[in-house]
């Protein structure tokens, strides 16, 4: 399903339909049941059930899945969306369906924009929590940012210099400070937090911060640096 069906086709049944107004706030969800068999039987009834339960939604068939698409001004936007990441789970559980949803957003210019991010959703949150039914897109602009920066380099290429300085520290004298570095960041810098997690005396934790600085050469005052090297640690994990 391309922009220029979705917008031309679904904008159209909006407007004259359910006269919603061009900037009210939405979100865009596709539903995706993996048994054709299931689809097939099931899809209308769903479609029309959607809309029974949501009074200003619209539901409809396309390329092999569901969207849907929810108004989150006529549903009172704060607690619709709560109230869609509860519905859709125990709607879909019994068809084995999963449903990705876009952020919300203003304008119909946006559909094919949100339609995409929804596909996404689906595609990320299946990979990384395959357990789950319901994925919004808010969980995995991050995953799909740092897959997307990497352009014609491979991860390994992007890790900071310093902490690639780091880590081969690690490696060749078998200390931990790349693990004293992630544990300083994972506790947003705060050094109480970090000792915790790393079961080292505070004063061995701050040595080690030190140390960090002189091998690596690192700015703990630079947000920049910061902000890389944390970055740097996604990619290590996908790396890995």
């Known amino acids: 399903m391309g922009e220029p069906g979705l917008y031309s086709y679904k904008v159209r049944n909006i407007l004259e339909n359910h006269s919603w107004k061009p900037f009210d706030e939405i979100v865009l969800v596709v539903i995706s049941i993996s048994d054709r068999a299931t689809f097939e039987l099931s899809a209308t009834y769903l479609c029309r059930q959607l809309e029974a339960d949501w009074q200003h939604s619209y539901a409809l068939e396309m390329n092999g899945n569901i969207v849907w698409i929810v108004n ?85 290429m992007l890790v900071h210099q310093g902490l690639e300085k780091l880590m081969q520290h ?39 911060l030190e140390r960090i600085k002189e091998i690596g050469g690192i700015d703990f005052d630079s947000p920049d640096d910061m902000l890389h090297i944390a970055l740097s640690f996604k990619l290590i994990d996908q790396i890995t």
């Open 72 to 156: 989150l001004t006529l549903n009172a936007a704060l607690e619709s969306e709560e109230r869609l990441s509860r519905y859709l789970p125990f709607a879909l559980r019994e068809l084995y369906g999963k449903a990705g949803a876009s952020d919300r957003f203003r304008g119909f210019n946006n559909l094919g924009l949100s339609y995409k991010q929804a596909i996404l959703s689906l595609e990320y949150g299946q990979r990384a929590t395959p357990h789950l039914w319901y994925f919004p897109f808010s969980n995995c602009t991050l995953a799909y940012m740092i897959d997307n920066m990497k352009g014609i380099f491979p991860g390994e």
């Open 170 to 208: 690690d490696r060749y004298n078998n200390t931990d400070y790349t693990k004293t570095l992630f544990f300083y960041i994972q506790s947003n810098f705060n050094t109480t937090k970090a000792v915790e997690r790393s079961f080292v005396h505070r004063t061995t934790f701050l040595r080690r």
